[in-house]
């Protein structure tokens, strides 16, 4: 009787850790038109807009984020480790949330090659 309860116990505990790490686990990935209204944290992923001011331990590195495709865009104030590659006109995705219209960005911020995600010609 003891070993039939332990065993449901264990299954049932195998099967909640499979669902939360697929199912659970993740952070939606969003673009700048799609972040109004969303509540939670979310990766943020566009072109960054200048100019790039503020440093990003002191205060914080205020920027705007468009879609990459199109004219949405967002205030970014970013705190936290910026890569070298990071400037106007990359592209990024920064994990954070959306706080009163701005959305406030902490690590990881990452830059990614916009000619690597291009169609070729």
Known sequence: ??????LSVAALLAVFLLYTSIAGGGTPSLKPSQLHGHKGKVTLTGKVLGPVT???HAGGLHFRLRDIDGKASVPVVFRGDVPDL???????????RLRSGVFQGVNPLVTK???KYAPKS
Not at 1 to 6: E, F, H, I, S
Not at 87 to 96: P, Q, T, Y
């Open 86 to 96: 990071f400037r106007a006109g990359r592209h990024i995705s920064v994990d954070g």
């Open 1 to 6: 009787m003891r070993l039939a309860l332990a």
């Open 113 to 115: 090659c916009p000619s």
């Open 54 to 56: 503020g440093d990003a």
